[in-house]
C-alpha cells in the first residue's frame, strides 16, 4: 500500500494567483490543475498519525497572526531542479518562522534542500524546459500591473495520493503570539 504524503500549503486567491495559474496553463499544462500556493511546508511522509498532525498544527495556527508577504522576481532552482518561482520579496523572514513552527511532532522530516519561501509557477520535466519557461514568466510578470502582496491567514493541510493532491483541512491563523509587523 502506497504511503502518503502531507504539505502545508497557503493558497494565492488572489489576481497574483490568477496569473500563476494562467501561466502554469500556457507554459505547463501537465500541471495546470495546481492550484496557486505558497508552500509552508513541503511534501512528507508523516511519523504519526494525520490527525495527531492536524491536532499539532491547530494548536501551532491557533498562535500565529496572519501576516501578509511582498512578490519579488521570477527565478529558478536550476541546476537542482527545474522549477521556476516567484520570490517572496518581503516578509520571507515570516514565512520561515511559520514554516520552522509547523516543522515538528509528526511533521519533522530531514528536507532535501534548504526552505526558501516561493510562489511556484512550475516545475518541467527537464532543465531546458524550465529555462525556456522562465525567459516568458520573467517577461510576463515585468508586465504584471496588480499588486505583488500576498496575504497569509488561512493554511490548508493537503495529502498526495496516487498522484493526486487533497485538501485535508483548512487551518485558520489566530491571533496569537506571533506579532503582525511585516
Known sequence: MPISRYALV?????????????LRRELHPPTSHMAAHLTILPPRE???TEAAALEFLE????????????????????PTTPTVFIQVKRAAYRIRELHDLVCGKGLLCAENWP??????ILKTETDDQARAALAIARQRWAEFSGERQVLVE????????DGAWQDVAHLPLGHGQLSSKS
Open 46 to 48: 508523516l511519523s504519526g
Open 59 to 78: 494548536e501551532v495556527c491557533s498562535h500565529v497572526v496572519s501576516f501578509s508577504v511582498e512578490l519579488g522576481d521570477v527565478e529558478t532552482f536550476l
Open 154 to 161: 488561512q493554511l490548508m493541510f493537503v495529502r498526495e495520493k
Open 115 to 120: 526552505y526558501i519561501p516561493h510562489l511556484t
Open 10 to 22: 497557503n493558497y494565492v486567491r488572489n489576481p497574483v494567483g490568477e496569473f500563476v495559474e494562467q
